[in-house]
Structures are given as C-alpha cells and as structure tokens.
C-alpha cells in the first residue's frame, strides 16, 4: 500500500505555529519522522489559517526539498496554491485533490497532465458526498471521464470515495468498501483507490484502534493508498500483516521487519 | 483488425550485483561479472531491459571426485587432481565465466582438511585464473565457521563470492565477506519465506543489498524441478512488483544436481546413449532454471555449458 503522511498540516497547532513563524526545524524533524516511520509519500497542506497560503505552500515544499526528495502531495481545495506547491516540488508530487464538480475538474486535470503526476479524486459533486457505493460510482465515472478529456492515463487516477466519522454516520463504512472494490471495473486500466483514513475516526474516543481495522478492511477490498497517521505503529503493522495475509507482500518471519527494511532502502 | 500485444509495466527490477574486483578496485582479477538489473521476466525482452546476461560457473572441487562417472571424466583429462590446473581449463578450453571452488576436503567425515591448506588452495586457483571466484564451503556448519574465515582473507579485496549462508549459520560468513570485500550466497530449502527471511537477517548484520546473491537448494529434471521453477520464478515476481528484500540476482547449483540423477550415469542401454545422457539432463535442467530466472549457473560437464551458451545466443536478440 502507498502510505502518504498526514502530518505537515496546518491544521495541526504545532504545524500551524511553525508555518507563521517560518520555523524551518520543526518541518523538517516532522517530515523525516513520517518518512523513518514508512512514508512513501508526504501530503503538504498549507491549512485553514495562512494568511498567503501560495506563498505558505512555496515555503513549506521548500522546506521539506531541503531534507528529504520522498515523494510530495500537495494537498489544498485552491488551484492557485496547488499550482505553486507543483511548481516548486518538481517532480516525485502528487495532486491532491480535486472533486468532481465541472468547474473544478478543467482547473485540476490539466495541471495534472502538464506534471504528468497522479491525482486524487474525491466522489463529490455539486450536491455533496453520495449517500452510497452506486452514488459514489456515479461520481467516480465523471472523473474516469476527465481523464480521458484532459489525457490523465486512468491508472494515475486515485479514487477517494470519501469516509465520513463512523459516530455521525455509521452506514457508510460499509458502502465505502463496496465503492473501492467496484473501482477496478471502471474502465481499463481500472483507476487507483485512496482513503483520507483519519477522518473515520474523527470525535471519537478509540481513534487508532478504529483508524487500523478500516484501513485492514479497506485493503481487503482492494485499497491502494491511504492517508494516513504513519507515526501510529500499530496500524503501520496492522497494514503490513494485512499485506501478507493479501499475498501482496512475500510472508518471512520477520515479515514487519523486511517490510521496513526494505522501504528504509527505498527511501 | 490488428493485435495489440499486452505489455506488462513492471514497478520494481531484479538489483545489480557484481562480482570480482580488477585491480584498480583493489583485486587482482582481470574480469569482472555483473548479475541482474532485469525489469521484466527471463528473455521477454518486450516488457523490460535485459541488461546484463545469464553466466555460467564451472564448479572445481578441491579434492578429486573418484565417483564421478566415465562421461563427465573424460573432457577433464588428468587435471581432476588438481584444482588449479582444473579452473585453469574450465575458464580457457571450456569458457566459464566464473570458477566455483567447492571446499569438499574440509568435511570431517572425508578428509577433514584444515582452514589453512583450504586457504592455500584459494590462493592457487586465485593465482591460476582471471575471472571471478566463488568459494563454497563443504556444508558441515561448524566446519565451515572454521575454514570460510582463513579463505576470505586469503582473498580479501578480490570480491569473491562466499557460500553459504543459511538461517541457522550465517554470522560468521557474513562477518567475513564484510571485513574482506566478498559477497554472500544466501540459501534456503526451497523455500521463498526462508529466502527472504535469510536476507533480511544477512542485511540487518550490516551486508549491502547489492552483495547479496540468492541460492534456493534445488532438484535436477525429474526430480522435482517443476517445484524450484515455481518458486524460482515467484521470487523473480516478487522482485519485479517491488520487493526490495527479494530483489538480489538468484543462483542455481545444475552440475551436481543433475549428474546425482540415475538418468545421467546408470548404464541402461534403453534409456539411450551413455556418453550423451547426462550432458543432455545437466543441460535440460539448466535450461529450465534460465526460463525460471535464474541468472548464474554452476554446471559441471563442459559439453553441457556449451549446448546452455548456444540456446543462450540463439534467444539474444539480432
């Protein structure tokens, strides 16, 4: 599985603080601990606060470009700042997100084209999340489409059928898991499947445990990428022994082991 | 209506691993041999680089093989007694690309020869031949602790290839391959979870990725061999779809296996020609380890290296 860190996010106190003061160190220890942790990929998001979020971005890729070339996703909802986060990472990025909404997509797709780089798509449109798996479908398909208008090839695409927290709305797990396994009949090459995992859990008590049985249930129906909390060991092991029991990854003894050692090789 | 071939895109290769050192790298060796670097499937070229070719070892043992029969012999001459004079025509008459020196004389229940004379064979056949060496112990572990550390000094910085290491016994060699420059044989029963378990133990101790070559103890044709194909080959899928700790080139023991078959030396008149039914089965059988991946062979008969080398020419691309 493509495990992308959460981390550097404004969202975050200790991220959001940093951003403000320009404080490179505390970017820079966050980013190699996600990637030591077995990231294959860093989400970069700027946050709701930031006053000039383009230029919050420029520095927050620069940043992170000092210490590690780990693969970026530049997470924002504003083209202009995803714009400026892919011009400034280069290559080795990820586009992250876009919806299906029309308007969006003609600004998103292109740029996807022009980095030749993957993107996230999420199953909303203008009415909002489908309630499920067949609405996500739905949406799924448009964004299937616009690949093909823009020239994204289809497996470059990666398809967030949108988790919402289990206590406000507990029926939609299940239609999720559905939607990611009815993904690979989409079209040929079938697109990939994302989750933004954490938000399952959000507002409840039990956040890890809940956060690494969805992300075990989501690969047993065929996940490829999850944005996740890599810090959290046990669900980076939780996903690790949901790999080999997938037959994804060749069973050793020391099979968490192998895992890690073999991405600190990559890295 | 036209075809369109189905091209498999591939998201990880077999890694590169190098044998022997010239002199510039600090050895003596006037040739050096490079393993692996495949990103696609054995020949199919269409998917993939090839970079670098399957080689073929000779094997030399240490101490003169009194069984072997009259057909694997003959090519030898009266060289079998001595195994410098033996790598010597394995690498100039034969074309070996690489020379395996088996340490049978160290085995306590045969000659039980010491560290010390062991090593002073390595240093000979390092003296007699260019290419690069491997040095095989004689598989009693205890044994093996002892003489694997004199040879890897007596030849330090050559970049030999050392063997072998298994899950319960691999201190040792690696600590000498890691003190002398030499990479390590990492072996398994026939067995792609022991493989990848050995290598992780190997790489934890210290030993680079790119010194590592796999080994998994086969069968010869007919003996099973269907089994080390399957396992061969979803070692090398592993490799291609990303798993690093499954990656390093694999090696395939052909000559010993395949002359220990009854096929190969029983005079049965039925089964055809002696003289030409074990190279035929060596031959067979290194064929099918080459489609299943394999990338370095030690055979033993030199007619059957040759007929491996033709089939080798004959699927190179124009």
Request: proline share 6%.
């Amino acid at each position: 599985m493509l495990a992308i860190g959460e981390r550097i996010n404004g969202m975050f106190r200790e991220i959001g603080r940093a951003i403000r003061r320009q404080d490179p160190e505390v970017i820079q220890r966050v980013a190699l601990r996600q990637v030591e942790a077995g990231a294959d990929v860093l989400d970069v998001n700027v946050g709701p606060t930031a006053e000039d979020p383009v230029a919050a971005m420029v520095w927050l890729v620069n940043t992170i470009r000092e210490v590690t070339a780990a693969p970026l996703s530049i997470d924002s909802t504003k083209p202009e700042v995803l714009r400026a986060g892919l011009q400034a990472a280069g290559d080795r990025v990820m586009i992250n997100s876009t919806t299906a909404v029309p308007e969006r997509m003609a600004a998103l797709f292109p740029l996807a084209a022009q980095y030749n780089c993957p993107i996230v798509g999420l199953t909303i449109d203008a009415s909002g999340v489908p309630r499920d798996a067949a609405g996500r479908m739905e949406v799924a398909l448009q964004l299937v489409a616009a690949c093909l208008e823009y020239g994204v090839p289809t497996d470059r695409l990666y398809i967030d059928p949108v988790i919402l927290p289990v206590n406000a709305a507990q029926h939609l797990p299940t239609e999720v898991f559905k939607a990611i396994g009815m993904c690979r009949t989409l079209c040929d090459p079938p697109p990939k499947t994302i989750l933004g995992l954490s938000n399952v859990s959000q507002g409840t008590t039990q956040r890890s445990l809940l956060n690494r049985t969805c992300l075990v249930m989501a690969l047993a129906h065929g996940l490829d990428a999850a944005i996740v909390d890599v810090t959290d060991e046990a669900l980076m092991e939780a996903m690790i022994a949901a790999e080999v029991l997938l037959n994804r990854q060749v069973y050793c003894d020391d099979f968490v082991r192998a895992y890690r050692a073999a991405h600190a090789v990559q890295g | 209506m036209e075809l369109a071939i189905p091209v498999e895109q591939w998201s990880g290769a077999v890694g590169t691993v190098t044998l022997g050192a010239t002199a510039e790298q600090g050895g003596t060796r006037r040739r050096t041999l490079t393993l692996g670097g495949e990103s696609t499937l054995p020949f199919l070229r269409l998917e993939g680089a090839i970079p670098n070719p399957p080689a073929l070892a000779m094997e030399v043992l240490d101490a003169s093989p009194e069984k072997w029969p009259e057909p694997l012999r003959a090519p030898f001459g009266n060289v079998l007694d001595d195994p410098a004079a033996w790598a010597v025509k394995c690498v100039e008459e034969f074309g070996a690309d690489a020379i395996v020196l088996r340490l049978v004389s160290a085995d306590p229940q045969g000659q039980d020869a010491s560290p010390e004379q062991c090593a002073e064979t390595v240093r000979r056949v390092l003296q007699a031949v260019s290419v690069p060496l491997i040095i095989w112990g004689c598989g009693d572990n205890d044994k093996d602790n002892l003489v694997m550390p004199a040879c890897s000094q007596a030849a330090a910085g050559e970049r030999c290839l050392l063997g072998t290491a298994v899950q319960e016994n691999y201190k040792t060699i690696t600590a000498c391959a890691l003190a002398d420059g030499h990479l390590v044989i990492s072996e398994a029963p026939l067995d792609i979870s022991i493989q990848k378990q050995v290598n992780i133990l190997l790489t934890e101790q210290g030993l680079p990725l790119d010194r590592i070559v796999m080994y998994q103890v086969t069968g010869a044709l007919g003996y099973g061999v269907e089994y080390a194909y399957s396992i061969l080959e979803r070692t090398r899928l592993a490799a291609l779809t990303g798993d690093k700790m499954l990656s390093m080139p694999m090696l395939s023991v052909v000559g010993s296996e395949a002359w220990k078959a009854k096929e190969s030396w029983l005079d049965e008149p039925k089964w055809g020609a002696l003289e030409r039914r074990g190279i035929l089965w060596e031959a067979a059988t290194a064929a099918l380890f080459l489609h299943a991946g394999s990338h370095l062979l030690v055979m033993w008969h030199p007619e059957a290296l040759r007929l491996v080398r033709a089939m080798l020419t004959a699927l190179q691309p124009a």
